[in-house]
């Protein structure tokens, strides 16, 4: 299982629910032999918390900070690999204000590609397109690839060149916070 956290983020966001990764878990548990989960997500830099945060303070940096330790401890605590890494800082000089990044592409293909005698099922929990020749390259391998994603965060080529897609929705009440 790989999840590309800043993927699903978006989605679950906008329709205002938030994962419980215990349940999570469960659930792909009973659905597959789960042998590893890898969770990647971005941890913002000092520059990256004000811009997003306007009128925040030092020790507010400090306490998302140690939020973020937390949460990714949690994760470990469940069994999950965590990678992350620090957001990047991007000047849009069109838009004239930074736009932020985090992207685990290459890290993910990675770790699926090194770890690929570990797993017949490999779950990739995003819809990014960017992940269309991975999914392809697994295939190749024999793997079958099923996607996790919100409905409107699932690129075309990704969905078709899956074995089977999960849309977020339809697991709902199985993995969200209460």
Not at 34 to 41: F, G, S
């Amino acid at each position: 299982m790989f999840i590309d956290y800043r993927n699903c983020h978006y989605y679950l966001e906008k329709n205002g629910w938030e994962i419980d990764w215990e349940k999570f878990k469960t659930l792909l548990e009973e659905m597959y032999d789960v042998v590893e989960i890898y969770y990647y997500d971005g941890v913002p830099s000092k520059a990256v918390f004000f811009d997003l945060n306007l009128g925040n303070s030092l020790e507010d940096f400090g306490e998302m900070k140690k939020t973020k330790r937390v949460y990714f401890s949690s994760l470990q605590s469940l069994g999950f690999t965590v990678r992350k890494k620090l957001v990047s800082r991007v000047y849009d000089t069109k838009k004239r204000r930074y736009k932020h990044k985090c992207n685990f592409d290459v890290e993910l293909a990675i770790d699926a590609i090194d770890t690929l005698d570990r797993y017949e099922v490999c779950v990739l929990c995003s819809g990014d397109g960017d992940f269309t020749k991975l999914i392809k390259y697994l295939k190749g391998k024999h793997k079958k690839v099923v996607i996790m994603a919100g409905k409107d965060r699932l690129s075309r080529g990704s969905r078709n060149a899956a074995n089977q897609v999960i849309h977020l929705r339809e697991v709902k009440f199985d993995i969200m916070k209460v």
